[in-house]
């Protein structure tokens, strides 16, 4: 059974870019009232500028367990929750990872991910959703990304004893593989292009994802009353690779 998203109540933590943006624009198109946050003001002004419909933006730092706990309150009942948002680091070679940036990377993305769905159980409709992002990393085999793996494993295993927890919520994750965001920003433009093309002639799709693409997944997840407990690779079959 499919339910329409029309009227229902959506957060999406992480959504003034990529991924969580592209879900905000296409549950908001679809008739839902959209709530979302990040850390900086400007990014949900254009962000809400962008998806054009009624939609919430709120400030908030997804790490500061009281801060969500406010945003909540504050924005009152919601049928689902989606996280979206994202760290950079823990990538690089095991033998010289840098351990105070893989311990920063879970606390830029794991604990944002764990303390925002805590955050909103008392918010959420009983037998509402919880879609998290993961990253296809924790799937795969790719030398010099334990790190990532390890990371986003980690969300992906709070899928399932969640969905027993909490039912009926619906408990389910997204895990993408490379994805066309600004995410990628922070590698210089001419090493980025080099490193896109290469990841889509790797990928059985071959191409590399793009928003869009993952959002898809997410409002899948989302309107579908029999998905929880699952993980749903969204990579163009990378991990095959
Ligand atoms: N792009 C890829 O290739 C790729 C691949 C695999 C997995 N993923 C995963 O997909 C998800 C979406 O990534 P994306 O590519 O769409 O990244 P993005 O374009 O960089 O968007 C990340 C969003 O999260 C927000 N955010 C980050 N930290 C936050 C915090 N502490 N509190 C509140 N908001 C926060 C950012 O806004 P502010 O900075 O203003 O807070 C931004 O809106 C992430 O979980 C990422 O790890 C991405």
Redesign the pocket.
Known sequence: MTISLKDQRIAV?????????AVAELAAAAGANVTI????QK??HD?AAKIGKSVRAEV????NAEAMRNIFSLVGPLDHLVL????AKGAGPFRDLNLDELRQGFE??FW?HVISAQAALPSLRKDGSITF?????ARMANPGTAGLAAI?GAIEALVRPLAMELKPLRVNAVS?????????NRVPETQRTALFEQSAARTPAGRI?Q?ED?AKAVLFLIEDTFMTGAVIECDGGLRLT
């Not at 933590?13 to 943006?21: E, K, T």
């Not at 979206?84 to 760290?87: P, Q, R």
């Not at 992002?133 to 990393?137: K, L, R, V």
């Open positions: 933590i992480g959504g003034s870019s990529g991924v969580g943006l946050a990040g850390r900086d990014k949900l962000a908030a730092d997804a790490a979206t948002l994202s760290g830029a993305k944002p992002i993961s990253a296809i990393s986003n993408p593989g490379v994805i066309d965001t600004a995410w990628w994802g928003s993952v």
